[in-house]
């Protein structure tokens, strides 16, 4: 995505990553973390607020921080380091809530031909199947792997 990012930490295996959002709320860690699915090569995208309590991603939390292009720009950048480090995967990422998801497809449809470019993009439609993204579509997830994986 061409619009501005955080810089962002990651760990050894490029699995997890952490960056902060700063905006009219604040300074607030979020998180992204990729996890096995059980399905080989399958990977679920997880993303949110970092909970100090929990020491774990809430995916529930509304910021408001007034960055979110550039909060969604940063995670679809970690989603290039992850592929790179994971050539085969697939990751599949849906939203906690569907306005959420409604987010991620609108960020998906606006940056389209450049996603093109490097990723095949699947969305999973009403009729619970997985179909070629298409714009103007509803989704209840979507699936991106590189281009030379399918």
């Given at each position: 995505m ?18 902060i ?47 979110s292009l ?13 592929i ?59 699936l ?7």
């Open positions: 061409k619009h501005p990012k955080y810089l962002y930490c990651s760990s050894t295996d490029m699995f997890h990553y952490e960056f959002s700063e905006g009219s709320k604040g300074r607030i860690k979020k998180m992204v973390e990729y996890t096995e699915t059980g399905t080989e090569n399958v990977y679920n995208l997880g993303f949110g607020d970092y909970n100090e309590v929990t020491q774990d991603i809430d995916d529930l939390s509304v910021t408001n921080n007034g960055d550039k909060v969604l720009a940063t995670v679809a950048s970690t989603l290039f380091t992850f790179e480090n994971n050539p085969n995967a697939w990751v599949v990422a849906t939203g906690s809530t569907s306005v959420r998801t409604r987010l991620y497809r609108m960020g998906i449809t606006n940056n389209l031909p450049e996603i093109l470019e490097f990723f095949a993009v699947f969305g999973y439609n009403i009729n619970q199947d997985w179909e070629e993204f298409v714009i103007g579509e509803d989704y209840e997830a979507f991106i792997t590189k281009k030379e994986n399918i």
